[in-house]
């Protein structure tokens, strides 16, 4: 591959990606880092104004982008997707499962609502998506490439947070069985594992119930977070969309079961 190929490797012009998760967080920042580099982007979220939102902000910066109210945790749904966006758009290049979900408290007080709805989420939607992506992709002859969303969590233990790391384990290992699976049709399928990186999720802890911000919280959250990084930085979703972006492009296409993991440095695996 010659360095200007190498180049306009990174680029997603004329790609169909569908983007799970993209109302918010590393999901929408995934939609627009794929929009920006030229991809056609299918916004997927369970709130669905949401997911408008991020259509709309793709739109009005110049790309295409459409939305779509799913719910990962209905195999129907996610299947009804997958089908959608290859008869409007005739090939799915790209699929992103971003959406997920947290629930903490310590193990020995998780009850089985909860687990049930963390794995119906973080698990089952992955698998879902997994599924229904690699079913269009290994019928096209250019394949595509399939792009999970594991977590730090999963290579090392964090308190009260059992049952969202349980699941983001099991990504890694689904993302190395299905990389097996598929790959001589020309599917890719990676993983990111992203370390503490300000969201909705993680802001949970020092946004307030009317949106402000705890400065003083805020701090003495991300202080620890920076202190114990070799980097001493607190990551942003674009970080990691980036790393989804390199994953969805023909850049990565040397790479399948793999897990790329923008941490910081936190995990070295």
């Not at 990504?171 to 069985?177: E, G, H, I, L, P």
């Not at 020309?186 to 969201?199: D, E, M, Q, S, Y």
């Amino acid at each position: 591959m010659q360095l200007a190929h190498v180049i306009e490797s990174f680029r997603a012009d004329g790609k169909v990606a569908v983007v799970t998760g993209a109302g918010s967080g590393i999901g929408r920042a995934s939609a627009l880092a794929l929009a920006g580099a030229g991809a056609i982007v299918v916004c997927a979220d369970v709130d669905g104004q949401r997911a408008a939102d991020t259509a709309a902000h793709i739109e009005a910066s110049g790309g295409v982008g459409s939305s779509a109210t799913v719910d990962v945790r209905h195999r129907s749904e996610v299947e009804a997707l997958a089908d959608r966006t290859k008869d409007d758009h005739g090939s799915l290049d790209v699929w992103c499962n971003i959406a997920g979900i947290m629930v903490e408290g310590p193990m020995v007080g998780t009850d089985e609502a909860d687990l049930d709805r963390i794995i119906a989420v973080n698990l089952k939607g992955v698998h879902f998506g997994c599924q229904a992506a690699a079913r269009i992709m290994t019928g096209q002859p250019a394949g595509g490439s399939i792009v999970n969303a594991s977590s730090a969590a999963a290579d090392a233990p964090s308190p009260n947070v059992s049952a969202y790391a349980l699941c983001k384990a099991a990504v890694v290992q689904m993302t190395k069985s299905l990389a097996f699976e598929v790959g001589r049709r020309h599917v890719r399928v990676n993983a990111v594992a992203p370390g503490f990186v300000l969201t909705n999720m993680t802001g949970r802890y020092f946004v307030r119930p009317d949106g402000t911000v705890d400065e003083e919280m805020r701090e003495a959250v991300l202080a620890p977070m920076r202190a114990h990084t070799p980097l001493r930085m607190i990551g942003e979703v674009e970080d990691i969309a980036a790393a989804v972006l390199y994953l969805a492009s023909d850049a990565s296409r040397f790479m399948t079961g793999q897990v790329l993991r923008p941490n910081g440095g936190v995990a070295m695996v």
